[in-house]
């Protein structure tokens, strides 16, 4: 691993540390009521805000569901609208953290130290990539920035990763926006 790849992933391990001790002890920052409060806050770019913020939600280590409950409360009519941005919010994010994994090559470390998992694991998301990462997504206990890195790391092809992510979290986004509309009316 090259150095500026190290720096990144220590980077990138501090702030999700730090992140995850700074939700854990203040709770209250992600908080549904609080951050729909600082992204009214925006006046008339609440909509831009709001897309922005499920976008870059690996970044700020959110859990979807909150941005997704944030969502319904925000535009309590428009549950179209929440479901579109939510499920393009998901989508896109987990795009950028399969490539942030793959820019940082961490393949390559794993391949070295466990070749024949790698193999493996690869010839399963070839065989039946699609269908591993739409019943991750689906389940709703478990991350789906989790198979996001994996995928990243084995290089599962980005159009079929995609693909399952999308398949796999319509339903529960969908549960979500259904929820939140009918307890926020």
């Known amino acids: 691993m090259t150095p500026v790849r190290r720096i990144a992933l220590g980077v990138w391990v501090v702030v999700t540390i730090g992140l995850s001790i700074l939700y854990a002890t203040r709770p209250e920052l992600i908080d549904p009521v609080n951050l729909a409060g600082l992204l009214r806050q ?5 909509l831009l805000g709001y897309v922005v ?3 870059l939600r690996p970044v700020t280590m959110l859990p979807s569901t909150i941005l997704i409950v944030v969502g319904t409360w925000l535009f309590p009519d428009r ?3 929440v479901f579109v941005v939510s499920l393009l919010g998901v989508v896109v994010s987990s795009a950028l953290i399969y490539y942030f994994f793959h820019v940082l090559g961490l393949a390559e ?4 130290r466990r070749p024949s998992q790698i193999r493996w694991l690869e010839d399963q998301l070839r065989q039946r990539g699609l269908w591993i990462v739409v019943g991750w997504s689906v389940f709703p206990f478990v991350p ?3 198979i996001c890195y994996v995928a ?3 290089r599962m092809p980005i159009g079929k990763f ?6 796999g979290e319509i339903p529960i986004i969908a549960f979500y926006v259904a929820g939140g509309t009918w307890l926020f009316r």
Request: proline fraction near 0%; charged fraction near 10%; charge should be negative.
């Open 42 to 46: 925006a006046g008339t770019g609440v």
């Open 53 to 55: 913020v499920s976008i």
């Open 79 to 81: 549950s179209v609208l």
């Open 109 to 112: 470390t794993f391949e070295r």
């Open 144 to 146: 789906t920035d989790a």
């Open 152 to 154: 990243g790391t084995l």
């Open 162 to 167: 995609l693909s399952g992510v999308a398949m």
